[in-house]
C-alpha cells in the first residue's frame, strides 16, 4: 500500500493494450536483432533480483529496474494506434477516465486504506507529546510495532547534531535524558504498576488491544489517558497514558 493504491498497480488497465501492441510488434518488425536483445535482456534480467526475494515478484521498487523498457513498449503501441485517429482518442478518452478514478481513489479512499501502511498518528502524537512534555521528567515511546525510532525523530524535529552527540555516547537511546524507547511489560491493565504521575508513555493500539475511543470506560483506574490518536477511518491508532499519584 506505499507503492500504489488499492485494487491498482503501477500502469493503467488501458495501457495494458499498448503494451500488448508495443511488444507485438516491437519484436515482429524489422528491427535490428541486437535492439531486440537488448531490450529482452533488460526485462529478463532486470526481474531477476526482484524475483529471488521474499514477495518480490509484485514489489514496485525492486522491479524499477524494468521501468524504462516497459515505458518504451507502451509509448510504442500508443503510436501504433496514432495510425488511427478514432482509435488514438479513444485509447486516450479511456485513460482520462481512469485518471479520474484514479484522483477520486487516492484522495478519498487511499487515506483510510493506507493508514497503516504510512504509519499514520506519529506526527499527532508527537506534537502532543511536545506540549506537554515539560509536566513530565520520563517519556516512554513504545516499541510494540514498528521500529519507533525514526518516526519519533522526524515529527518531534529532534536536532541532527544532538541525536549524533546523544546516539554515540550511550549503549541505550536515551534523548534529551527524559525519552526512553522500550515496552511495558504485560498488558495495559497491569502498565499502572509501573507508571507513575511523572512518566508519559505512547503505546500503540496493537499492545493496548482495546478500543478505547469506542469504549473509554475501559481505560484502566490507575491509569490516566491523556490522548487517544486515531487513524482517518476512526479506529485506534496510538493512546497516550499517565500513571495516577502512589497512595
Not at 79 to 105: D, E, P, T
Not at 127 to 134: L, R, T
Not at 146 to 170: D, G, I, T
Amino acid at each position: 500500500m506505499r507503492h500504489s493504491i488499492k485494487g491498482m498497480g503501477m500502469f493503467y488497465k488501458v495501457e495494458f493494450i499498448a503494451l500488448i501492441l508495443g511488444i507485438s510488434f516491437f519484436f515482429l518488425k524489422n528491427i535490428d536483432t541486437k535492439i531486440k536483445n537488448f531490450f529482452a535482456f533488460w526485462i529478463i534480467a532486470g526481474a531477476i533480483p526482484s524475483a529471488i526475494t521474499r514477495e518480490g515478484g509484485g514489489h514496485a521498487t525492486r522491479l524499477i529496474l524494468i521501468l524504462p523498457p516497459l515505458l518504451f513498449l507502451i509509448s510504442y503501441g500508443i503510436n501504433l494506434l496514432a495510425k488511427r485517429r478514432f482509435l488514438l482518442y479513444f485509447y486516450f478518452f479511456v485513460l482520462g477516465m481512469l485518471f479520474i478514478n484514479y484522483q477520486h481513489l487516492f484522495w478519498i479512499h487511499n487515506p483510510t486504506y493506507s493508514e497503516r501502511w504510512w504509519h499514520y498518528g506519529w506526527k499527532e502524537s508527537v506534537s502532543f507529546i511536545k506540549q506537554v512534555e515539560d509536566k513530565y521528567s520520563k517519556v516512554v515511546i513504545s516499541t510494540a510495532d514498528e521500529p519507533p525510532l525514526v518516526f519519533f525523530l522526524a515529527s518531534y524535529e529532534y536536532p541532527p547534531s544532538r541525536w549524533h552527540e546523544e546516539f554515540l555516547n550511550q549503549k541505550e537511546i536515551v534523548l534529551k535524558n527524559k525519552f526512553y524507547f522500550q515496552r511495558l511489560d504485560g498488558d495495559v491493565y497491569s502498565w499502572g504498576k509501573a507508571l507513575d504521575k511523572n512518566t508519559l508513555y505512547l503505546a500503540s493500539e496493537k499492545e493496548v488491544k482495546v478500543n478505547l475511543i469506542r469504549e473509554p470506560e475501559r481505560t484502566p483506574g490507575d491509569l490516566i489517558l491523556l490522548k487517544s490518536i486515531p487513524f482517518p477511518s476512526g479506529e485506534p491508532a496510538f493512546y497516550i497514558f499517565s500513571g495516577k499519584e502512589k497512595k
